[in-house]
């Protein structure tokens, strides 16, 4: 029972942590100083393969009605702070296993 509830708990740590560090990664791009300073985003057009993505998903999804551009806008960032927390959860999951096998190795070495 100790053990599973260590692995839950673990298993919370790296979400909580995928997702915080998701949203600093996210943020990276406020700090570019480009286009004016009272929009939204720094730079503020969205790159065209993000507009088409976005769009593609929504035709799948079968709400065609949520591209318009004020939706779109929260949608890529959306988009943006998916990928942003998904390659946090990947490096610290990566970081895991990397400290998982040096520890194997050296409670092997003993």
Same mark, same amino acid.
Request: charged share 10%; net charge positive; glycine share 0%.
């Given at each position: 029972m100790k053990?599973?509830?260590v692995k839950?708990?673990?298993?919370?740590?790296?979400i909580a942590a995928s997702v915080i560090g998701g949203?600093? #990664?996210w943020q990276v791009p406020d700090?570019?100083?480009c286009g004016n300073i009272t929009d939204i985003w720094p730079c503020s057009d969205m790159p065209y393969p993000v507009d088409m993505f976005i769009r593609f998903c929504l035709s799948i999804a079968g709400r065609d009605d949520l591209a318009n551009p004020d939706d779109m806008e929260v949608l890529s960032?959306? #988009?943006y702070w998916l990928i942003a927390t998904l390659l946090v959860g990947l490096l610290i999951y990566a970081g895991k296993r990397v400290l998982?096998?040096?520890l194997a190795k050296r409670k092997s070495r003993r």
């Open positions: 053990k599973i509830v839950l708990v673990f298993f919370i740590a790296f949203w600093f #990664l700090l570019i100083p960032a959306l #988009l998982q096998r040096y």
